[in-house]
């Protein structure tokens, strides 16, 4: 097995909900401390979450843009030095989500805000050399539900302004040697399966994320999804779930926290009802 | 009733529930004390219980808060029910030094006032322009496109039933070299300040001696303290000075940092002070820990002093 193409994902820290001592995640230190604690785990690899709040909120102890990263260490170049000192020596991807740019009932302020910070994140995966960039095809239904109602009639509208913007970062990945992968959270307007015919539409260098707990919410199975689609698979989200979406919590304003009943969605591979084996 | 209500500026970061309605089953989902931090029911039911019967809401909330709660009035409501007000919310008045940035800076600043009015708020404390690094140091003429700019926002906010308050950050483009002449630029009847004590603080202002210059213009707090007062330049001035590589607080709650706030309560009591005070608690590890140790405070050092 090759261990380096296995990386851990810094998502895997809660930045976004609060908690006790939450705070500390917005310095530089914990962070720092965090990659050497990976690579004292066996894993020389980090996955990236790209998201722009940091860049808004100046909270640049947090390595999740490229703002942020040149505020704190002048250029990619040094941060991958720093990395590499933690015994982190390989990028293996950065993740991107759109959410953030659902704020209101303007496509073009969604299409325009996605696709600015999304070419900035592009770019800023090649700086770090990492393998892939990884994007998340739509919003949670529920946020784009919020503010168009009518969003089952707007489907095809969006759906083709989606595959123009997708279309365009796969032709620019490749130019930067990096391979533009498509999630398939469950909570997506592409969710599950939904994601196959938007992946047609796209170059061949476009490839798929296969997310194995989203899959299995969105009602799928891994091994079938590996099976049949296997020459396009870019890249894997190894995740575990116990999680039965039998209300359409997919397409709730929150989805990752159902609202009827309270449950970890995600949980630790092994720890869940997925068939990793 | 006493002289001064008291509000909480929300820090919570996202909350991702409104209410837990199986709270027992989420704590046996991890055994751990994430059930608690989680749902708006319970954030709202530990103000109300520790006496912060109001809230003033944070710009970057609204993103999470809207699908939530479906709109401004829904949450308001949700918070009335557990005797929690929304007073107003906080705005960062971007670029507005910036002469060609005036009309995207006049608008942002009408949408937020709209915002706050459907919270059912009357304050919004804002920050005049951004960071001083890249920015800095501004012309006359600069912090003059400012001042113009707080006294539209002003114009329309009053006409609302709103009251802006400037509030200056200690790393703001408006710094010690200009922050009362920006003030002195605004129009009093239209522009009010709100104190934030910890941050004039760290900028080189005397606590005490602002209060008493400007206490006419005062419109509301974000109480805080500091143990960091009158910081250099080359701090103030620094690319990235908020949050700290090393985890070093700048803020601290009421009566753990070294302003004299029984000395501002003094001051209060002599101007007659009467309104909201909303208390800030960015920094801390836990807010909840945070509200409790200052609501102890207030309630045995400070109100005795005034209330």
Redesign the interface.
């Known amino acids: 097995m090759n261990r380096n193409a296995i990386a851990i994902s810094l998502d895997l820290i809660n930045r976004?909900?609060?908690?006790?001592?939450?705070?500390?995640y917005?310095?530089?230190?914990?962070w720092e401390e965090l990659y050497k604690l990976i690579s004292a785990s066996g894993f020389s690899g980090i996955e990236i979450p790209y998201e722009p709040?940091w860049q808004?909120?100046?909270?640049?102890?947090v390595p999740f843009n490229r703002y942020c990263v040149n505020?704190?260490y002048g250029n990619a170049a040094n941060y991958r030095s720093l990395l590499s000192v933690s015994g982190i020596n390989h990028v293996t991807g950065i993740t991107f989500d759109p959410?953030?740019f659902m704020?209101n009932d303007n496509l073009n302020f969604y299409f325009g805000a996605t696709g600015h910070f999304a070419n900035e994140a592009l770019a800023h995966a090649a700086d770090l050399d990492a393998d892939y960039f990884a994007i998340s095809p739509s919003p949670?239904y529920?946020?784009i539900a919020?503010y168009h109602p009518d969003i089952e009639n707007m489907k095809e509208t969006f759906t083709a302004r989606t595959i123009e913007l997708l279309g365009g970062l796969a032709s620019k990945a490749s130019e930067l040697g990096v391979t533009l992968v498509v999630r398939n959270e469950y909570w997506s307007l592409f969710g599950g399966e939904r994601v196959l015919p938007l992946v047609d539409a796209l170059p061949d260098n476009a490839k798929l994320d296969l997310d194995t707990a989203s899959l299995f919410v969105a009602g799928g199975s891994a091994a079938n999804f590996l099976e049949t689609q296997i020459d396009r698979i870019g890249c894997v989200h190894l995740t575990d779930t116990n999680f039965v979406d039998t209300q359409q919590v997919w397409k709730t304003?929150?989805p990752?926290?159902p609202?009827?009943?309270?449950?970890?969605v995600f949980r630790d591979p092994g720890t869940g009802s997925v068939d990793l084996v | 009733m006493s002289n001064i209500r008291y509000a909480n500026m929300a820090h919570?970061?996202?909350?991702?529930?409104?209410k837990?309605?199986?709270?027992r089953?989420?704590y046996y989902?991890?055994n751990t004390?994430?059930?608690y931090?989680?749902s708006w029911d319970h954030i709202l039911k530990y103000q109300s219980a520790l006496g912060f019967d109001g809230i003033e809401i944070a710009p970057?909330d609204?993103?999470?808060i809207?699908?939530?709660f479906?709109s401004p009035e829904n949450f308001t409501q949700f918070a009335k029910d557990r005797g929690v007000s929304v007073i107003g919310m906080f705005h960062g008045a971007h670029a507005s030094h910036a002469q060609d940035h005036f009309e995207e800076a006049v608008r942002s600043g009408r949408e937020a006032v709209d915002t706050i009015v459907k919270f059912g708020g009357t304050y919004m404390n804002t920050c005049p322009t951004q960071?001083y690094y890249g920015t800095g140091p501004l012309s006359r003429e600069e912090v003059q496109q400012c001042a113009k700019v707080m006294n539209e926002i002003g114009r329309y906010a009053t006409d609302n039933g709103v009251k802006i308050g400037l509030h200056n950050e200690f790393f703001c483009a408006i710094n010690l070299p200009n922050h009362r002449e920006l003030i002195e630029l605004t129009d009093p009847k239209l522009v009010h300040y709100c104190i934030d004590a910890a941050q004039i603080a760290i900028m080189g202002e005397d606590l005490l001696k602002f209060y008493s210059d400007y206490h006419e213009r005062i419109s509301t707090f974000h109480l805080k303290d500091t143990a960091s007062a009158k910081q250099p330049d080359s701090v103030r001035y620094a690319?990235?000075p908020?949050?700290?590589?090393?985890?070093t607080r700048w803020f601290w709650e009421p009566g753990q940092g070294e302003l004299d706030l029984k000395g501002l309560y003094r001051l209060l009591k002599q101007h007659d002070f009467k309104g909201w005070m909303s208390i800030e608690y960015d920094?801390?590890?836990?807010?909840?820990?945070s509200m409790a140790l200052t609501r102890y405070y207030l309630d045995n050092e400070l109100r005795p002093i005034y209330d």
């Not at chain 1, 917005?26 to 914990?30: H, V």
């Open positions: 976004h909900y609060q908690e006790p001592n939450r705070n500390r917005e310095s530089r230190y914990f709040v808004f909120g100046g909270r640049s102890g505020t704190k959410n953030m704020r949670y529920g946020r919020q304003p929150n990752e926290f609202s009827d009943y309270a449950t970890q | 919570w970061k996202a909350i991702p529930y409104r837990i309605k199986n709270f089953e989420f989902e991890d004390n994430s059930a931090y989680s970057w609204l993103a999470d809207l699908p939530l479906g960071n690319q990235d908020e949050i700290t590589d090393d985890g920094g801390s590890p836990d807010l909840l820990a």
